[in-house]
């Protein structure tokens, strides 16, 4: 017993000792390109992280995007009007090295916030359709590096599709017809993190 509280002692010491290089907390704010299938945009995101170790961060990235979505109309891709997009995601990151130079990967998981969009096809009958706002559960998986405070990442943001209601020229409803709305995207985004420097 007393030789397992004096490991589970050391093991404490060892990781505060580690932890105390760099500083805990840390906001990340990035601007980028957002990138779905057909379409593309911009995007903004604030992440408030903590540090459980110096290899270990976890936060919550808050994050907008303007891009204009692919529409698979009967199998047939056609872009919707821009539209935007908002998600709220617990993440967690993993560094690859205490150096200056600090690959990470990461993953996420929560709420996208997907907005409304209309969109027009040039068939014979001339259809037009609106695809419904609404919010739906996803994740996210990333990849970059951070150099001093400056931070490059890709990430990929996995978001249910949505579907639409589809109206012909006269404004019928079109029965039996396939609209789906593409709402996963990539996002490249460079930023920089407002303290978590080393101590």
Do not use: C, W
Not at 96 to 103: M, T
Not at 152 to 179: C, H
């Amino acid at each position: 017993m007393k030789y397992f509280l004096s490991l589970s002692v050391a093991l404490l010491l060892a990781v505060s000792a580690q932890a105390q290089e760099f500083k805990p907390f840390k906001v990340n704010v990035s601007l980028g390109a957002a990138i779905p299938s057909g379409g593309g945009g911009v995007l903004f995101a604030v992440e408030p992280k903590y540090g459980v170790s110096d290899r270990i961060d976890v936060g919550l990235r808050l994050e907008v995007a303007a891009m204009a979505r692919s529409v698979v109309y009967n199998g047939n891709e056609t872009s919707g009007n821009a539209t935007g997009a908002a998600s709220y995601l617990l993440t967690g990151n993993y560094l690859l090295s205490d150096a200056n130079f600090r690959p990470f990967v990461g993953a996420g998981v929560g709420l996208f916030g997907i907005a409304g969009t209309s969109f027009v096809t040039n068939g014979n009958q001339g259809t037009n359709g609106e695809i419904q706002a609404g919010n739906v559960f996803g994740g996210m998986v990333r990849a970059g590096f951070k150099t001093g405070h400056f931070v490059l990442a890709a990430e990929y943001n996995i978001v249910p599709n949505t579907n639409s209601v589809v109206y012909d020229s006269n404004g019928n409803v079109q029965v039996g017809t396939s609209v789906q709305s593409k709402n996963s995207y990539v996002g490249v985004k460079l930023g920089f993190d407002i303290g978590g420097g080393r101590r």
